[in-house]
T-cell receptor, first 112, second 116 residues
Framework: SQKIEQNSEALNIQEGKTATLTCNYT??????LQWYRQDPGRGPVFLLL?????KEKRKERLKVTFDTTLKQSLFHITASQPADSATYLC???????????FGSGTRLSIRP | GAVVSQHPSWVICKSGTSVKIECRSL??????MFWYRQFPKQSLMLMAT?????????EQGVEKDKFLINHASLTLSTLTVTSAHPEDSSFYIC????????????FGEGSRLTVL
């Protein structure tokens, strides 16, 4: 069955540094991958979508890569700020492609 | 962006009672909505896909008689937790997609259910 792994449960980095989060998947080939941000007690908020034929996608300080050979996506936040502290979830379509399943998330903490 | 509203944001009920959670798409029509459940410090688990005008599609292991889903209109889906027990206490979140796949999901604010 399809499986998504975000290999860091928590990540703590210094303000101003680049945060890099990893999402690995197995047993299927998704047409796209999404990243969401979730703050405590809130619903997730969509950040970026990258398609299988795209190697990289950028949005302001965010950058996402998608390596379909390695079955891996990397999510980068450059010039990180304390306000970036949150849980970041990667998500993939499966089954009929109308459904979205989520990874376990990485809790990112940016210390001043 | 599109707005999905969920109500109530939190509810406390006694064991054995039923609780209804509403999910509305405020500025768009959603033929499909998704219901997720999230335990503390865990990720979202898809419970079911709510289809307007037809029966919901439940994920494996989710009891459809326990978690009743109704999607009577293009802007409203409801989840009813029937005969709730303490183990049903969780964070329930609905979402809808604007347009077809691979569009982003818009999530409600979530409903925290505590069953005493």
């Amino acid at each position: 069955s399809q499986k998504i792994e975000q290999n860091s449960e928590a990540l703590n980095i210094q303000e101003g540094k680049t945060a890099t989060l990893t999402c690995n998947y197995t047993n299927y080939s998704p047409a796209y991958l999404q990243w969401y941000r979730q703050d405590p007690g809130r619903g997730p908020v969509f950040l970026l979508l990258i398609r299988e034929n795209e190697k990289e996608k950028r949005k302001e300080r965010l950058k996402v890569t998608f390596d379909t050979t390695l079955k891996q996506s990397l999510f980068h936040i450059t010039a990180s700020q304390p306000a970036d502290s949150a849980t970041y979830l990667c998500a993939l379509p499966y089954s009929s492609a109308s459904k979205i399943i989520f990874g376990s998330g990485t809790r990112l903490s940016i210390r001043p | 962006g599109a707005v999905v509203s969920q109500h109530p944001s939190w509810v406390i009920c006694k064991s054995g009672t039923s609780v209804k959670i509403e999910c509305r798409s405020l500025d768009f029509q959603a033929t499909t909505m998704f219901w997720y459940r999230q335990f503390p410090k865990q990720s979202l688990m898809l419970m079911a896909t709510s289809n307007e005008g037809s029966k919901a599609t439940y994920e494996q292991g989710v009891e459809k008689d326990k978690f009743l889903i109704n999607h009577a209109s293009l802007t409203l889906s409801t989840l009813t937790v029937t005969s709730a027990h303490p183990e049903d206490s969780s964070f329930y979140i609905c979402s809808a997609r604007l347009g077809g796949s691979p569009g982003e999901l818009f999530f409600g604010e979530g409903s925290r259910l505590t069953v005493l």
